[in-house]
């Protein structure tokens, strides 16, 4: 039983910084593609990060480029999502995503096997 479990979700003023993490269990992790997605209220889900299943790639959306880092351990089975200088329009339910085996990171959510629960970051002004 596959199961993704994202946690490192809170409140921070704007500025700030958090950092996300997605355990990864049931699943061979070293050959999935991971990715970070996020939904604001009344919006759609949307890209934020991807990375390669070796680790070697990595894609950002361009409103997070340069703020926001992607990495994982595959030995540990988890994904991460350094968060920094966090703003307002930041705020959403960040998700973690698996595609594979063998994927390739995408910015599509249909192209993803199995999702995270979700986890709240709210940037306050």
């Known amino acids: 039983q596959v199961q993704l479990v994202d946690s490192g979700g809170g409140l921070v003023q704007a500025g700030g910084s958090l950092r996300l993490s997605c355990a990864a269990s049931?699943?061979?992790?070293?050959?999935?593609?991971m990715g970070w997605f996020r939904q604001a209220p009344g919006k759609e889900r949307e890209f934020v990060a991807g990375?390669?299943?070796?680790?070697?790639?990595?894609y950002y959306a361009d409103s997070v480029k340069g703020r926001f880092t992607i990495s994982r351990d595959n030995s540990k089975k988890t994904v991460n999502l350094q968060m920094n200088s966090l703003k307002p329009e930041d705020t959403a339910v960040y998700f973690c995503?698996?595609?594979?085996?063998?994927?390739?990171?995408?910015?599509?959510?249909?192209?993803?096997?199995?999702w995270g629960p979700g986890t709240q970051v709210t940037v306050a002004t």
């Open positions: 995503a698996a595609h594979g085996p063998w994927g390739q990171p995408s910015s599509s959510t249909s192209q993803y096997d199995y």
């Open positions: 049931g699943l061979s992790f070293s050959t999935y593609a």
């Open positions: 990375i390669s299943w070796s680790g070697g790639s990595t």
